[in-house]
């Protein structure tokens, strides 16, 4: 019987997540099969948006507060109708793009494995961006508490 601490059980999760990201032999179609992606991710409900249905991301968003924190080149040219920009938003590297747009081609037949690798990646991915954002809050709510 083996007795996992917290920190070894973190480094076997990730050690996990990784190896399922590194195998990732998926043969999806040639064209999305959706548009939106909505999962729950850490303590968020988060959403990916492919506008133009052409397969690339466009934007990440959080569902309960419509706020944009992801965007692919640029923000949109038009928010859409009752979203906003979430005050720490930021450009997605080609790597998360490519990650993220992975979703648009989940459909019924994907199996259970590669829907677990898209997610697995897209959580390392997003999960490397933490430390920037909390920073961006922090000095954000800063600014708030000097005024």
Do not use: W
Request: aromatic residues 10%; contains cysteine; proline residues 3%.
């Amino acid at each position: 019987m083996f007795i996992f601490s917290i920190g070894n059980r973190v480094i076997l999760l990730l050690s996990g997540c990784l190896l399922l990201a590194g195998c990732s032999g998926t043969n999806l179609a040639n064209r999305p099969a959706n548009n939106l992606y909505c999962d729950n991710f850490v303590l968020y409900e988060m959403c990916a948006r492919d506008s133009n249905r052409d397969g690339i991301v466009d934007y990440t968003y959080f569902q309960e507060s419509k706020e944009i924190f992801m965007y692919r080149d640029r923000l949109p040219r038009r928010i859409p109708a009752g979203f906003g920009v979430h005050r720490c938003a930021m450009p997605m590297e080609e790597d998360l793009i490519a990650t993220t747009s992975r979703v648009f081609y989940i459909d019924e037949s994907s199996s259970l494995f590669e829907k677990t690798d898209i997610r697995g990646a897209m959580m390392l991915k997003y999960m490397t961006k933490l430390p920037e954002v909390t920073a961006c809050n922090m000095r954000a709510e800063q600014a708030l508490a000097d005024d």
